[in-house]
Antibody
């Protein structure tokens, strides 16, 4: 059974950095592109970006490219999202996904002073 | 970016009623469209991929259609468990983009 389990969320101050993790199981992690998606409290969905199965290539939403970095450790079956200089508008639930059908349970990030 | 315009934003349907939700893309997305259902507090669940392919385990009352820039999700016979939020996702061109969502309620 495919499982994606995110962690690392919480309350963070504006301007700070935060790194989310997603541990994958139930499939050969190194065979798949992986993505991050976020959902705002108002339920708007936004695709953040994705990373090639070997970590050699990434795509990002242009509006987030300068502050967010996606990486992976295939030996640990783990996907990461490094968020820097966070803003209040980054407040959202962040999902790790193996597109199109597998999503984690999500992790909440709240940016507030 | 490709804009996905989803309608209606909300919908109330009676038990057994057939409903449709539409997504219109700002350019041709060549059937690279998925539909998701999200229930309160849960992760999105894939219903339809490649515009009209039913995901394994999804009831056959769900169907997808469309091409080019116009796509729709149909529920043939509303059931209580179909309440939730629905949204489309285009995977044709980066950045992938979502529709604004449709809230479906049982009347």
């Amino acid at each position: 059974e495919v499982q994606l389990v995110e962690s690392g969320g919480g309350l963070v101050q504006p301007g700070a950095s935060l790194k989310l993790s997603c541990v994958a199981s139930g499939f050969t992690f190194s065979d798949y592109w992986m993505s991050w998606v976020r959902q705002t409290p108002g339920k708007t969905m936004e695709w953040i970006g994705d990373i090639k199965y070997d970590g050699s290539y990434t795509n990002y939403a242009p509006s987030l490219k300068n502050r967010f970095t996606i990486s992976r450790d295939n030996a640990k079956s783990t996907l990461y999202l490094q968020m820097s200089n966070v803003r209040s508008e980054d407040t959202a639930t962040y999902y790790c996904t193996r597109a199109p059908g597998y999503w984690g349970q999500g992790v909440m990030v709240t940016v507030s002073s | 970016d490709i804009q996905m315009t989803q309608s209606p934003a909300s919908l109330s349907a009676s038990l057994g009623e057939t409903i449709s939700i539409e997504c219109r893309a700002s350019e041709d997305i060549y059937s690279n469209l998925a539909w998701y259902q999200q229930k309160s507090g849960k992760s999105p669940q894939l219903l339809i991929y490649a515009a009209n392919r039913l995901q394994d385990g999804v009831p056959s009352r769900f169907s997808g259609s469309g091409s080019g820039t116009q796509y729709s999700l149909k529920i043939s016979g509303m059931q209580p468990e179909d309440e939730g939020d629905y949204f489309c996702l285009q995977g044709s061109k980066f950045p992938w983009t979502f529709g604004g969502g449709t809230k479906l309620e049982l009347k």
